[in-house]
């Protein structure tokens, strides 16, 4: 079982910055790869972010790419998400999800966190 719980989110103007963090409870956390979902009001859970377990492979939505970047430190069992150029639209409770898998669908991810949420102001 891995346990993963998220923090980093708040309250931002629009241009701002954020870094989101994402702890587990596994040592095996290096074999995960690990993905950042999101989900604003009324809308369904959408992937923003993944990265393989090995690191060396990174993989974002359209909407995000060249303002989002993922991350990860084995060594501390974390992931990142450094979160620049914020938009209204990217408001939304933001979930990290570990996956034995290759896919990066919601349904594919064996773990997920409780989210944080990041609100961005216009």
């Known amino acids: 079982q891995v346990q993963l719980v998220e923090s980093g989110g708040g309250l931002v103007q629009a241009g701002g910055s954020l870094r989101l963090s994402c702890a587990a409870s596994?040592?095996?956390?290096?074999?995960?790869?690990m993905g950042w979902f999101r989900q604003a009001p009324g809308k369904e859970r959408e992937f923003v972010a993944g990265?393989?377990?090995?690191?060396?492979?990174?993989y974002y939505a359209d909407s995000v790419k060249g303002r989002f970047t993922i991350s990860r430190d084995n060594a501390k069992n974390t992931v990142y998400l450094q979160m620049n150029s914020l938009k209204p639209e990217d408001t939304a409770v933001y979930y990290c999800?570990?996956?034995?898998?290759?896919?990066?669908?919601?349904?594919?991810?064996?773990?997920w966190g409780k989210g944080t949420a990041v609100t961005v102001s216009s």
């Open positions: 990265i393989k377990w090995s690191g060396g492979n990174t």
């Open positions: 596994e040592r095996a956390f290096s074999f995960y790869s």
């Open positions: 999800a570990a996956t034995s898998g290759s896919s990066w669908s919601s349904l594919a991810m064996n773990y």
